[in-house]
């Protein structure tokens, strides 16, 4: 069982390339997300996903995309990089979405470091 | 807005105390608190999460208790060793918006031998 997997660890790219993270789970998880994690400024949501093809914008969207065709699989997509872009970028899923109904705890992958030049 | 707030934000302690996190929060209609470990260079490992009807959940050594009324949590850690230092980060679901975490910057532990 490998939980919340992410690839690549580490990336530099120069800017306007575009590139995909990839994140795959193996738990049949229903909700997945991407986070951004900057010093200083916490862990802020980018996309989420309730289940295979729905996908809803999370607080800094610009600048991303997310498509989600499976269950297992939730890749982010920088259009065109910027050096704003340049973070940590984490993927975490949970069996049921964060809502009042659905406690259950989110599972995270061990990040992608981006560094955009 | 929901703003949660984790004081200290560094703490060395020597091995074997018994210590506490802090968590605090805006708004008290929230549905459940998270506390997470993030270790250098990984991911947040969940350790505890609260509903919002409970008080406390424990596990091991770890005990989190939630006071909705005030506006607090606390990570209390008993016995502390070495392979506890770390990052703990607490995050609370906002009541009423089923998506979306609002997650404190994070208290750095550093358990001294």
């Known amino acids: 069982n490998a939980g919340v997997t992410q690839t690549p660890k580490f990336q530099v790219l120069k800017t306007g390339q575009s590139m995909t993270l990839q994140c795959a789970q193996d738990?049949?998880?229903?909700?997945m997300s991407w986070y951004r994690q900057d010093p200083g400024m916490g862990l802020r949501l980018i996309h989420y996903?309730?289940?295979?093809?729905?996908?809803d914008q999370g607080e800094v969207p610009n600048g991303y995309n997310v498509s989600r065709s499976t269950t297992e699989d939730f890749p982010l997509r920088l259009l065109s990089a910027a050096p704003s872009q340049t973070s940590v970028y984490f993927c975490a899923s949970s069996y049921r979405g964060q809502g009042a109904t659905y406690n259950s705890p989110l599972h995270f992958g061990n990040g992608t470091r981006l560094t955009v030049t | 807005k929901q703003e949660v707030t984790q004081i200290p934000a560094a703490l060395s302690v020597p091995e074997g105390e018994n210590l506490v996190l802090n968590c605090s929060f805006t708004d008290s209609a929230i549905y459940n608190l998270q506390w997470f470990r993030q270790d250098p260079g990984k991911g947040l490992t969940s350790l505890l999460l609260?509903?919002?009807s409970q008080r406390e959940q424990t596990s091991g050594r770890l005990n989190a208790s939630l006071d909705k009324s005030s506006g607090r949590s606390t990570l209390y850690i008993a016995a502390s060793q070495p392979g506890d230092s770390a990052t703990y980060l607490c995050a609370v679901g906002r009541a009423g918006n089923n998506r979306k975490l609002i997650w404190g910057l994070g208290t750095s532990l550093a358990v001294n031998p």
């Open positions: 609260i509903q919002s």
């Open positions: 738990m049949n998880h229903e909700y």
């Open positions: 996903s309730v289940g295979a093809g729905i996908t």
